[in-house]
């Protein structure tokens, strides 16, 4: 399968089914530009053509499709691509969020310190999270991706779109994974081998094993599930993993010096975060809020 996430397939899937139903067709050679409809929302508008675009690609190679509907589709002239991009779920039931400090690295860890070897795992996940690594990332993580103990410590994995990433971890992350992986390797009874997973979860495929081999499979959980519901647990309502990446570059963003000088750019938090185009990073992850950029322009324009 091209798309091995399930996720992904579900969605396509669907859009492609409301498009058949929409045409009243059902073979791709039968479909016209007409018929790619508008849905609810704008951002609804670009992910329909943009699957269909891509499902008709496919069918111009397998030969059930003319190429000239998909060349219609994907032109600059056709108005439904003209509709803007929307980031940082602006449309979504859940809006994004931005933690501030003490939400992200007192009230959230401090849900994950219960004393149990879950929570060691949970906090070793939020603490990742919050230092910019994505959930599927935080999955694939493996013991030999962990320089802990070298001269310079860091954290060195292949991350989205097969590109090379590190990070250099800080005191706290240092000793929560170094408290993880000695628990870990007392519960087996022997050293961990560079291949498993530093973090384990209920998600199926990699990293699946659990934390504790005689613990309940109904103990096992998602990365989504655990960072919901600490985050419950913390009184903070519904956090999703992404908001803790959205975290890292919102308190990134807001150190300042004692003029209001930003310590990291844009370019700087693009870096931290493994973003391709410092245009996602600004579009999706930094806060919105009014930075007082005008105001320090006013007194050095006066």
């Not at 269909?52 to 108005?79: I, K, Q, Y």
């Not at 013991?143 to 991350?159: F, M, V």
């Not at 919901?228 to 647990?233: L, P």
Request: hydrophobic residues 40%; proline residues 5%; contains cysteine.
């Amino acid at each position: 399968m091209r798309y091995p996430n399930a996720n992904t397939r579900r969605y396509y899937e669907r859009d492609l089914k409301a498009l058949f139903s929409f045409a009243g067709v059902e073979h791709p050679g039968l479909l016209t530009e007409s018929v790619v409809r508008a849905g609810e929302s704008e951002q609804t508008v670009r992910n329909t053509l943009s699957r269909a675009c891509t499902f008709l690609r496919w069918c111009v190679r397998e030969g059930e499709a003319d190429a000239v509907l998909v060349e219609a589709l994907m032109s600059r002239d056709n108005p439904l691509r003209q509709i803007p991009r929307l980031y940082g779920k602006v449309q979504g039931m859940r809006p994004a969020r931005w933690l501030s400090h003490l939400e992200a690295f007192e009230q959230l860890i401090g849900a994950c310190r219960d004393g149990t070897d879950l929570g060691r795992r949970d906090e070793a996940l939020v603490r990742l999270g919050l230092a910019g690594m994505r959930a599927a990332e935080i999955i694939h993580l493996r013991i030999g991706d962990l320089r802990l103990y070298d001269a310079e410590p860091r954290i060195e994995w292949i991350g989205k779109k097969r590109r090379s990433r590190v990070i250099v971890p800080g005191l706290s992350l240092l000793t929560t994974l170094d408290a993880l992986i000695d628990r870990r390797q007392q519960v087996l009874r022997r050293p961990l081998e560079e291949h498993e997973p530093v973090v384990c979860c209920g998600k199926s495929g990699a990293g699946s094993d659990q934390l504790v081999p005689d613990r309940p499979i109904a103990q096992t959980v998602s990365v989504q599930q655990i960072v919901a519901r600490r985050a419950q647990q913390a009184g903070l309502g519904h956090v999703a993993p992404h908001d803790l990446g959205r975290t890292a570059a919102g308190l990134l963003h807001s150190s300042v010096g004692p003029d209001g000088s930003h310590h990291f750019d844009l370019l700087d938090i693009q870096k931290v975060l493994g973003h391709s185009d410092p245009a996602t990073t600004m579009r999706s992850y930094l806060d919105p809020l009014d930075t007082g950029v005008l105001s320090r322009a006013a007194q050095i324009l006066d």
